[in-house]
């Protein structure tokens, strides 16, 4: 089956990290871009970052600079590497795969469930 | 950056009614357009991709025209699992941002 799991939030301090990861299974994982997404509570999504098949890298402004996204293909995992976190950061965040190969910039045809960040003191 | 514009935030239509989401782009972004649904606790689901083509799966009550910066998303006749909150992405160029969105509710 074609999935992807997401692991790895929590409840963290303003200023501290937290490691995101994603386990995919199902498709030839190192073949695609893929990417994060994130939704604050009662917001709307907002894209955070794409990672190419061969590692090139994009990130939206609000998260450059203290987010890197990062990729194993030996484990079919995608990360994220959250620091300097700041209470807007609080949002569910999901990884996201598109059906095709051919551009790093596509539709999510494929979506994790999710999981929570919570930035509080 | 291309910004997206969707409209309206929120509607209320009843079963059986035929709606229309639509979303601006701040430049053309040739067809490079999807929509999604969401439903409260959920993931996103992808409805429809290249502005008009309709995800595998997905009813044919639900259509995507446009072109250029103007797109629409129409649900021909609503069933009451389309209430949910409908977002658009461009993914034309980066950053590829979603729309606002547009939560439709029961009237």
């Known amino acids: 089956e074609v999935q992807l799991l997401e692991s790895g939030g929590g409840l963290v301090q303003p200023g501290g990290s937290l490691r995101l990861s994603c386990a995919a299974s199902g498709f030839t994982f190192s073949s695609y871009a893929m990417s994060w997404v994130r939704q604050a509570p009662g917001k709307g999504l907002e894209w955070v970052s794409v990672?190419?098949?061969?590692?090139?890298?994009y990130y939206a402004a609000s998260v450059k600079g203290r987010f890197t996204i990062s990729r194993d293909n030996s484990k079919n995992t995608l990360y994220l590497q959250m620091n300097s976190l700041r209470a807007e950061d609080t949002a569910v965040y999901y990884c996201?795969?598109?059906?095709?190969?051919?551009?790093?910039?596509?539709?999510?045809?494929?979506w994790g469930q999710g999981t929570m960040v919570t930035v509080s003191s | 950056d291309i910004q997206m514009t969707q409209s309206p935030s929120s509607l209320s239509a009843s079963v059986g009614d035929r709606v229309t989401i639509t979303c601006r782009a701040s430049?053309?972004?040739?067809?490079?357009l999807a929509w999604y649904q969401q439903k409260p606790g959920k993931a996103p689901k992808l409805l429809l991709y290249a502005a008009s083509r309709l995800q595998s799966g997905v009813p044919s009550r639900f259509s995507g025209s446009g072109s250029g910066t103007d797109y629409t998303l129409t649900i021909s006749s609503l069933q009451p699992e389309d209430f949910a909150t409908y977002y658009c992405?461009?993914?034309?160029?980066?950053?590829?941002?979603f729309g606002g969105g547009t939560k439709v509710e029961i009237k």
């Open positions: 990672i190419s098949s061969g590692s090139s890298t």
């Open positions: 992405q461009h993914y034309y160029s980066n950053p590829p941002p």
């Open positions: 430049q053309d972004i040739s067809n490079s």
């Open positions: 996201a795969k598109p059906e095709g190969y051919a551009s790093i910039f596509d539709a999510f045809h494929l």
